[in-house]
């Protein structure tokens, strides 16, 4: 048994949200099923108090821990700190639950190269350890915020006929890192911007899954 797995010999996994947490959701059914048995979520955290994936998991059976932090809470309260020093707290709280791998699931923060080095020198896997990003676009399609969105303009532009669903390793580039899971996705003629919503997030809900089961799987 590894030294970060804990005494049910389960691999341990921390989800960072903002929002409604249906990709969080997702991964929180496979750790109940077949699809991540050795594997379950032991903290989830927001930069959003609100955020309804804080109550998803606070509402599970067993309950999953959650934390939380917003960066214009932080700075107020640190006269001085900057919003790297706001990121390396962040690392502080997410290497203290002894990550196996961490999912950015719908996380709207970019994180500076600062909380990627307190997680890899932190973390008993160094630089191994798996720190996943679920991004709705295809490789260098449409990086950053709000990438359906433009995905759809750019097909009613006529200048994309499909885009895409992937889960990526996190680098400070965003959305640069070595793709995990690649998923094409149709766009219709007919398709309304929820019409490709839908059909992006139901392949999200998939590959979220199959890539944390997969970097889990490369790990002794
Ligand atoms: N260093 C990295 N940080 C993050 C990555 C990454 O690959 N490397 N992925 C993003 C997730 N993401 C797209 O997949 C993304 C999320 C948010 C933004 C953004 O512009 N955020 C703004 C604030 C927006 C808001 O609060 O609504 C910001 O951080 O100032 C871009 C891309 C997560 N982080
Ligand atoms: N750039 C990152 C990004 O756009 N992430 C997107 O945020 C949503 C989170 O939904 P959820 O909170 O219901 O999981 C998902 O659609 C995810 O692809």
Known sequence: MSSSQ???????????????????????????????????IVLVFSNRKAA????????????????????????????????VDYDIEVARRVLSAQPDVVVLAGWMHILSAE???????????????????????????????NAIDRAYAAFQAGEIKRTGVMVHRVVTEVDRGEPVVVREIEIKQEDSLQDLEARIHEVEHEIIVEATQQVLEQQR
Not at 61 to 80: E, N, W
Not at 121 to 131: A, F, N, T, V
């Open 6 to 40: 804990v005494s049910d010999g389960k691999k341990r996994i921390v989800v960072l949200i903002s929002g409604s947490g249906t990709n969080l959701q997702a991964l929180m059914d496979a750790c109940a099923s077949h699809a991540l048995p050795k594997a379950r």
């Open 52 to 83: 309804l994936g804080l109550e998803r998991a606070r509402t599970a059976f067993p309950p999953i821990h959650t934390d939380y932090l917003a960066l214009v809470t932080y700075l107020k309260a640190h006269p001085g700190k900057t919003r």
């Open 115 to 145: 909380f990627l080095d307190v997680l890899h020198k932190g973390s008993s896997r160094g630089q191994d350890l798996p720190i996943l990003n679920l991004h709705p676009a295809l490789p260098g399609a449409f990086d950053g915020a």
